[in-house]
């Protein structure tokens, strides 16, 4: 198996810690409700926005 080199004591992957925290996040707003999270609070700790959908063959 090969590695990455390491350039330095750490290696820090952007999107991983960015995941990392969403996941903590979400962790603590399921703690914090009282029963099931409805998927509109899932979006809003997820940060997630509506988009306007495209049809498929305008890529």
Known sequence: MRVAPVCGATV?????L?????C???IIAASAAR???S???????????ETEERPADTF
Do not use: P
């Open 12 to 16: 820090q992957d952007h999107v991983a």
């Open 18 to 22: 960015a995941e990392i925290e969403l």
């Open 24 to 26: 903590g996040e979400l």
């Open 35 to 37: 029963g099931r999270l």
């Open 39 to 49: 998927l509109e609070s899932i979006d809003r700790v997820l940060r997630v926005r």
